[in-house]
Nanobody, 122 residues
Framework: QVQLVESGGGLVQAGGSLRLSCAASGRAFSRYAMGWFRQAPGKEREFVAAISSSGAVTHYANSVKGRFPISRDNLRNTVYLQMNSLKPEDTAVYYC???????????????WGQGTQVTVSS
C-alpha cells in the first residue's frame, strides 16, 4: 500500500509558476513509477506527466511539454511537478499516482492522492 498526499496548489496569474509536491508513505517509493494527472470541471481526468522509478525516464502530455518538468527525490519519497508559464486552461485538480510500470493510462495506476486545486487567472 502506498499513501500519496499532494500539496502546493493555489491561485496564480497567467504566466506564473507553481510547484506541486506529492509525498509518499508506505511501501518502497523508489519501486514505483509516478504520474501526474489533472481533471478540469466537466472534463475527464487526463495524463500530464510521468517519471520512471529511478527518475531516468520522463514523459509529458503535449499540452505541458517544455513547461511542466517532473522530478523525484527517492530519498525524500517525493515527486514534484514544476509548473511554469501557466495558462488559464491549466486550471484543474491535479493528482499524483503510483504505478509499478511507467504508464500513460489512468487505469494502470494503483494508488492515488486526494488532489490539489490549481487555478490560473487570466
Amino acid at each position: 500500500q502506498v499513501q500519496l498526499v499532494e500539496s502546493g496548489g493555489g491561485l496564480v496569474q497567467a504566466g506564473g509558476s507553481l510547484r506541486l509536491s506529492c509525498a509518499a508513505s508506505g511501501r518502497a517509493f523508489s519501486r514505483y513509477a509516478m504520474g501526474w494527472f489533472r481533471q478540469a470541471p466537466g472534463k475527464e481526468r487526463e495524463f500530464v506527466a510521468a517519471i520512471s522509478s529511478s527518475g531516468a525516464v520522463t514523459h509529458y502530455a503535449n499540452s505541458v511539454k517544455g513547461r511542466f518538468p517532473i522530478s523525484r527525490d527517492n530519498l525524500r519519497n517525493t515527486v514534484y511537478l514544476q509548473m511554469n508559464s501557466l495558462k488559464p486552461e491549466d486550471t484543474a485538480v491535479y493528482y499524483c499516482a503510483a504505478s509499478e510500470r511507467l504508464q500513460f493510462s489512468i487505469s494502470e495506476y494503483d494508488y492515488w492522492g486526494q488532489g490539489t486545486q490549481v487555478t490560473v487567472s487570466s
